[in-house]
């Protein structure tokens, strides 16, 4: 399997924020779809989309996103 | 009865569009069979049935480049608009345009290899080609998508 180029923390930090994907893709003005592939790390968010969906959380974009080691 | 969100109308507009990129490049591949029976030789002047064949097959390939440049919801209010063309979208038409080019290029390499041995028009070239351009980037899109869509 190939390592992934980016590691999201984006479905801990959203489910610990009691928010579902649809509700997320409402507050940052995409598709569940973008959500969904951001999670299973399928795409790679602009750093406009990662901005805003660090300040929909109410965290960092390092706090969702970080390099693999 | 609720009024659905804007993301609501997107997804329901989303599968509408996969259903038709999915199912119009199937038309185009069925009409090839259509096309190389029947219009590869064409009555001159050309039948009714041929020029409704013709045309209704430059239309269809004119609303599916259409649908698949602008991301459609032309029905819809700019906020759903700008949903069913958001980032992943936009990845995907560019992932899709890539695939059709290299197609293209692909059959036009066949195409150019085949001239010596098989004598072919150029509408019958122009209609290879156009399908080509056509279903291959709506077929990837649809298969990006759908992709997307699963959890």
Known sequence: ?69 | MTKASPGEIAERAQRRRNRMLWLAPMLFFIWQGAFFSSYATPHTPLRTLEIVSLGSHLFLAAVLLFLLATGGGWRHGRVVKALLDDETTRAHRAQAYAAGFWALAVCALGLYAAAPLVQLATGEIAHVLLSVAVAVPALRFVMLERRAARD
């Open chain 1, 1 to 69: 399997m190939i390592d992934p180029i980016l590691v999201s923390r984006l479905k801990a930090v959203r489910t610990e924020a009691g928010l579902t994907q649809a509700e997320l893709a409402e507050r940052v003005g995409v598709t569940r779809k973008t959500i969904n592939t951001v999670e299973n790390g399928i795409f790679i968010p602009s750093t406009v989309l990662a901005l805003k969906l660090a300040r929909a959380l109410s965290t960092s974009v390092e706090g969702l996103f970080q390099l693999p080691d």
